[in-house]
C-alpha cells in the first residue's frame, strides 16, 4: 500500500513563478519528513526536510509546509528557475525506523523560460 | 571516494539468470541503503545495514534477493533467477549513522533490465 502520495504526476511553471508540489501521507506514525530532487541519471539529492514539531521550515528558495492533522505537506519554490526542472519526490519515515524512508512517486516539475 | 559508486551503471539480463550489483558508499559512512525505483513509481526501500548490526532485511520483496556488506564498506545486491518485474533502478545510499534520510547521499544507481 502506498504510505505517501504524490497525485500530480506533473507540473509546468514559468520561470519567476511560485511552484507547489503537494504530497499526502497515511501513515500517523510519520514524524520526519524529505523532500529529494531528482535529475535523470543521477541519485536523488536530498533538498529540504521537516520535523513533525514544526509546520514550516524553510531554506532558501524552498519552504516546506506540515499539516499533520491533514496529513498533508507541500513544497513551495520560490522563485521558479530553469534549473529546478527535475523530479521532486516527498518522503517520510517514523521514528523508529530511521533507516526506511517511504518515498512518493514523484513530481516532474518544468520550468519555462 | 568522494561520492556513493555504483556498478554496473546498466544490465540486461535474461531471465532466470542471477545478478549481482555493487554499491561503494563513501569512506567513513556507517549505514547503507538499498532502495529501487520501478518505472513511474517511487523510491521503493530495499534493505539497510548500520555498523555492525544485523540489517534490516525487511524491505527484501522475495528470497530471491539478498545483500550483503563486507568489512563495513562495499555491498553487493544479489538476485538470483531473476524475473522481468525486477526490471527497476536500483539505488544505493549511505550515511553517517542513522540520520532520518537528510543526510543520505544516492549513487547514481544500477538500471536492471531483465528481458
Known amino acids: 500500500d502506498q504510505q505517501v502520495k504524490q497525485n500530480s504526476p506533473s507540473l509546468s511553471v514559468q520561470e519567476g513563478r511560485i511552484s507547489i508540489l503537494n504530497c499526502d501521507y497515511t501513515?500517523?506514525?510519520?514524524?520526519?519528513f524529505l523532500w529529494y530532487k531528482k535529475y535523470p541519471a543521477e541519485g536523488p539529492t536530498f533538498l529540504i526536510s521537516i520535523s513533525s514539531i514544526k509546520d514550516k521550515n524553510e531554506d532558501g528558495r524552498f519552504t516546506v509546509f506540515l499539516n499533520k492533522s491533514a496529513k498533508h505537506l507541500s513544497l513551495h519554490i520560490v522563485p521558479s528557475q530553469p534549473g529546478d526542472s527535475a523530479v521532486y519526490f516527498c518522503a517520510a519515515s517514523a521514528g523508529d525506523s530511521w533507516g526506511k524512508l517511504q518515498f512518493g512517486a514523484g513530481t516532474q516539475v518544468v520550468v519555462t523560460p | 571516494g568522494a561520492g556513493v559508486s555504483q556498478s554496473p551503471s546498466n544490465k540486461v539480463t535474461e531471465k532466470g539468470k542471477d545478478v549481482e550489483l555493487r554499491c561503494d558508499p563513501i569512506?567513513?559512512?556507517?549505514?547503507l541503503y538499498w532502495y529501487r525505483q520501478s518505472l513511474g513509481q517511487g523510491l521503493e526501500f530495499l534493505i539497510y545495514f548500520q555498523g555492525n548490526s544485523a540489517p534490516d532485511k525487511s524491505g527484501l520483496p522475495s528470497d530471491r534477493f539478498s545483500a550483503e556488506r563486507t568489512g563495513g564498506s562495499v555491498s553487493t545486491l544479489t538476485i538470483q533467477r531473476t524475473q522481468q518485474e525486477d526490471s527497476a533502478v536500483y539505488l544505493c545510499?549511505?550515511?553517517?549513522?542513522?540520520?532520518?534520510?537528510?543526510?543520505?547521499?544516492f549513487g547514481s544507481g544500477t538500471r536492471l533490465t531483465v528481458v
Open positions: 501513515n500517523s506514525m510519520f514524524d520526519y
Open positions: 545510499a549511505s550515511s553517517l549513522g542513522m540520520t532520518g534520510g537528510g543526510g543520505y547521499t
Open positions: 569512506s567513513g559512512h556507517t549505514a
